[in-house]
C-alpha cells in the first residue's frame, strides 16, 4: 500500500497519561500535517512540516502538544497529560506541492478516546 | 464566525435525482477551494478542486463565486454510492493550512 498510513488506529489511554502516533506519508510527498477532527466537525488543522522543518502550528495545539518529523520522512504526534477534550480523530495528509492545485491525501486516522 | 460553513443537510435524494447545496467562506483572501468526499468513519478524499471558471467532473459541477464568497457542488443522476459526507475546503493560494467545513451528508436511496 502507497498511502499514508497511521498508527495505531485506535488508542485507549487514561486522563493524564501520554499517548504518541505515527504517522507515514506518501515517499515522495514533502508536506505533511496533522488534523484533528471531531465528531460532526470537519477537520481543523493542527501543525504542518515541509520536509523536517515545522512550519506552522495551529493555536489548537496547547503546550501538551508537541510534532516531530526528525528526518523529513515519518512524523509523530505526542499529546502528554491526555484530557478528556483531547477524545478526537487525529488525522495525517501528506502533499506534493507543484504547478496547479495541491491534492493532500489522507491516512485512516487514529481514533483517540480519553476515558 | 466559522471561516467555512455549510448546511449539515441531510438531503435524501431517490436515485437519478440532482442535488445541489452550497458553502460560504469567509476570508476574502482565499484563493484554493476544493470539495472533499468522507464517508462514514473513513478519511476525506478529494473529489475535485474548484476553479473560478467552474468546473465538470462527470457528474458532479463545482462553482465557485468570488463577489459572494461561496462553493457549489451539485451532483446529477445521484448514485447510490454518492451517499457521504461532502466537505467544503477553502485554503490560502499554496495548499497548507486549509479550511475545512463541516460537512454537508447526502443520502441517496434506492
Known amino acids: 500500500d502507497t498511502g499514508v498510513s497511521q498508527d495505531p488506529r485506535h488508542k485507549i489511554t487514561k486522563r493524564g497519561q501520554n499517548v504518541t502516533f505515527r504517522c507515514d506519508p506518501i515517499?515522495?510527498?514533502?508536506?505533511l500535517y496533522w488534523y484533528r477532527q471531531t465528531l460532526g466537525q470537519g477537520p481543523e488543522f493542527l501543525t504542518y512540516?515541509?520536509?523536517?522543518?515545522?512550519?506552522?502550528k495551529s493555536r489548537l495545539l496547547s503546550d501538551r502538544f508537541s510534532a516531530e518529523r526528525p528526518k523529513g520522512s515519518f512524523s509523530t504526534l505526542e499529546i502528554q497529560r491526555t484530557e478528556q477534550g483531547d477524545s478526537a480523530m487525529y488525522l495525517c495528509?501528506?502533499?506534493?506541492?507543484?504547478?496547479?492545485?495541491?491534492?493532500?491525501?489522507f491516512g485512516p486516522g487514529t481514533r483517540l478516546t480519553v476515558t | 464566525r466559522k471561516e467555512v460553513e455549510q448546511d449539515p443537510g441531510p438531503f435524501n435524494v431517490p436515485e437519478g435525482a440532482t442535488v445541489a447545496f452550497n458553502c460560504t467562506y469567509s476570508?476574502?483572501?482565499?484563493?484554493?477551494f476544493f470539495w472533499y468526499r468522507q464517508d462514514c468513519r473513513k478519511e476525506p478524499k478529494l473529489l475535485m478542486s474548484?476553479?473560478?471558471s467552474g468546473n465538470e467532473d462527470g457528474r458532479f459541477t463545482a462553482q465557485l463565486n468570488r463577489a459572494s464568497q461561496y462553493i457549489s457542488l451539485l451532483i446529477r443522476d445521484s448514485k447510490l454510492s454518492d451517499s457521504a459526507t461532502y466537505l467544503c475546503?477553502?485554503?490560502?493560494?499554496?495548499?497548507?493550512?486549509?479550511?475545512f467545513g463541516a460537512g454537508t451528508t447526502v443520502t441517496v436511496r434506492a
Open positions: 515517499s515522495e510527498h514533502n508536506r
Open positions: 476570508n476574502s483572501a482565499s484563493q484554493s
Open positions: 475546503v477553502v485554503g490560502p493560494y499554496n495548499d497548507y493550512k486549509l479550511s
Open positions: 474548484v476553479y473560478s
Open positions: 495528509a501528506s502533499s506534493l506541492p507543484g504547478t496547479g492545485s495541491y491534492e493532500q491525501y
Open positions: 512540516f515541509q520536509n523536517e522543518a515545522q512550519l506552522e
